[in-house]
């Protein structure tokens, strides 16, 4: 059974960093697309960054680039995602996303939630003063 397991949100201040992990039971990375979505309240979830596999290619949204970072590790079986510089508009729930490659290549940087077909429950992360 394909599982994934999103943990590491959490309160911290603007500025500030979190680390998230994604770690993946079931399935090995190196076929896998992996993202990671956020949704804030009353608005819609928006895809923030993935990693293809297997040339581990990263792709982000324009409000995270040179913020976070996108990482993955097949020998534990986890995706990784670095944010610093948080700031207040990040607060969301963070969710970590599977696919197959097939699924969303050559697209893969549109971030199309419908491609992904496995989620991880969701991490709150909370960025306030």
């Known amino acids: 059974e394909v599982q994934l397991q999103a943990s590491g949100g959490g309160l911290v201040q603007p500025g500030g960093s979190l680390r998230l992990s994604c770690a993946a039971s079931?399935?090995?990375?190196?076929?896998?697309?992996i993202a990671w979505f956020r949704q804030a309240p009353g608005k819609e979830r928006e895809g923030v960054s993935c990693?293809?596999?297997?040339?581990?290619?990263?792709y982000y949204v324009d409000s995270v680039k040179g913020r976070f970072t996108i990482s993955g590790d097949n020998a534990k079986n986890t995706v990784y995602l670095q944010m610093n510089g948080l700031k207040p508009e990040d607060t969301a729930v963070y969710y970590c996303?599977?696919?197959?490659?097939?699924?969303?290549?050559?697209?893969?940087?549109?971030?199309?939630?419908?491609?992904?077909?496995?989620w991880g429950q969701g991490t709150q992360v909370t960025v306030s003063s």
């Open positions: 996303a599977a696919t197959l490659m097939i699924r969303v290549w050559p697209t893969i940087g549109t971030f199309d939630s419908d491609d992904y077909d496995h």
């Open positions: 079931g399935f090995t990375l190196d076929s896998y697309a």
């Open positions: 990693i293809s596999s297997p040339d581990s290619t990263t």
